[in-house]
């Protein structure tokens, strides 16, 4: 896919590439290791000096849209696995973003704010809001009946995965939390939706509730408890002052804004790395009495310009995961929901969430643990679990896990 990511006509291409650099800590090695995946080299755009009208209006004519790049993918890559797969299932997903888009921008004023009437309640105990209900049943239709090769859908706010008619079924399971931050819709601060893709598994993953269900459900349970090391495909869509959705599937990470004018998603940001070091961490400090030693001293160092870089950092908390990730992966530094002792499993579901985020920041080359370990390495026992997480610029994250090995020593 790399090869054609330079055609694009307008847009600032993101972060420059750097090489990360990983500590000799053999606690933290398999991390890192993991996390250098190995990316196709990009030409470099030379572009005349725009004039003055030019900076504000873009003058292409072809922009290199999600779905031109995705059919161009299938066609320089026909003989790559999952590729071609990929452009019916994202053409579904970037379809049901577009409408969720468009329902987040008009709640305000088509009654979609609150809650719903019913006092509905996911199976994580959360009260619905209206757009979360909303924007599950948008994604499930889309992927359902324009998925193509789609399978199994699991979703934050259904109680277990969906298997797919058999007449529309295929080899795929998606994944997603339909919209992240939902908290925040009444307020208007961003929220989004994140996305993954497994591709079915063969493999059988044991545990006690085998002889609970039956064969049908057992099935659709083996395909859906994949590690997020499985994943060919993730990303999210953040709806803000621009609607952008930014994805990988394993070639590293690509940057699309919706033009309204077109109603296309526009490559703005290609191949985008994460800066190996920061000056901003994301996390919420209100819940620091509960935090253990070594993650209190750490975020003391960042205050206080203590830590490796020498310069105190800033304080950015969105609480939607989907900004405040989307702003580490732009600026560097970290994010963090972290176990403490009041939830010791920290409270980010796995699958949904931190599989699917983890994945895309390892593609931008950064790093994403639960503290302890990868976060792809991470095989789910329930579709609901929760685990721990850092995610971020290499150098910040690794520091973090430096201070945990030599804590454990």
Known sequence: MAAFVASAGCGRVGNPATAARVSTSRHAAPLAAAAATPRPSVPTMVAPTPTKQEQFVCMDESPMTLTRYFMQAANENLDEEHVVDLQNLMASIQMACKKI?????????????????????NVQGEEQKKLDVLSNDVLKHALKWRGGKLGIIASEEEDEPIMVDELASGN?????????????????????????????????????????????????????????????????????????????????????????????????????????????????????????????????????????????????????????????????????????????????????????????????????????????????SSVHQRVPLVLGSPEDVQELLDKYYEADQ
């Open 101 to 121: 888009a468009s329902l987040v921008s008009r709640a305000g004023i088509s009654n979609l704010t609150g809650y719903e009437d019913s006092g509905s309640i």
């Open 172 to 380: 795929y399971v998606a994944v997603f939390d339909p919209l992240d931050g939902s908290s925040n819709i009444d307020a208007g601060i961003a929220t989004g939706t994140i996305f993954g893709i497994f591709a079915e598994s063969a493999g059988c993953l044991a545990s006690d509730w085998e002889a609970k269900i039956n064969e049908e459900e057992l099935t659709c349970l083996y395909n859906v408890l994949q590690p997020g090391s499985n994943l060919v495909a993730s990303g999210y869509c953040m709806y803000s002052s621009s609607c952008m959705m930014v994805l990988t599937t394993g070639r590293g990470v690509q940057g699309f804004t919706l033009d309204p004018q077109i109603g296309e998603f526009v490559l703005t940001h290609p191949s985008i790395t994460i800066p190996p070091r920061g000056t901003i961490y994301s996390v919420n400090e209100a819940n620091s009495p509960a935090w253990d030693p070594v993650l209190l001293a750490y975020i003391k160092s960042l205050k206080d310009g203590s830590n490796a870089s020498g310069k105190p950092y800033s304080s950015r908390y969105i609480g939607s995961m989907v900004a405040d990730v989307h702003r580490t992966l732009m600026y560097g530094g970290l994010f963090a929901y972290p176990s403490d002792t009041k939830n010791v499993n920290g409270k980010l579901r796995l699958l949904y969430e931190c599989s699917p985020m983890s994945f895309l920041i390892e593609q931008a080359g950064g790093i994403a643990t639960t503290g302890k370990e990868r976060v792809l390495d991470v095989i789910p």
